[in-house]
């Protein structure tokens, strides 16, 4: 009597690959968008802690000028700049990606003292 051997055939095997090929083709551009997104997150906390750090400075002094934001965002992604001028009454933050990878917007993020964003796209 013969025994019969066990295992995959070629056929089975490639089968598994095309399987796997097709949902890490689908998975990896979602995964990407996601990072992205949290990545612009960073820079929206950033942009936003500077700007609460210039309204108590202006609650103190009354004026804008003088006052002076942190360089970075929480997680260090993006560099927060003000930008502009910054006068005794208004000011725009500037958060520019200085992370690896991609944060998905075509232009550095940006926070006036009336609360104007930019780009649209990016928030």
Not at 11 to 17: F, R
Not at 28 to 47: F, I, K, M, N, Q
Request: glycine content about 12%; overall charge neutral; aromatic content about 8%.
């Amino acid at each position: 009597m013969r025994r019969r051997e066990r295992g995959f055939t070629l056929i089975e095997l490639m089968i598994a690959v095309v399987v796997v090929g097709i949902l890490a083709s689908i998975a990896l551009p979602v995964y990407s968008g996601y990072v992205e997104r949290a990545r612009r997150t960073d820079g929206h906390a950033g942009l936003m802690n500077a700007a609460q750090q210039l309204e108590r400075c202006y609650t103190v002094q009354s004026s804008y000028s003088g006052c002076t934001v942190t360089a970075t965002s929480p997680d260090s992604n993006y560099a927060i700049s003000l930008t502009g001028s910054s006068t005794s009454t208004a000011y725009t933050l500037t958060a520019h990606y200085v992370g690896g990878g991609d944060d998905g917007c075509d232009g550095n993020l940006t926070l006036t003292h009336r609360g104007v964003r930019g780009p649209d796209a990016c928030w």
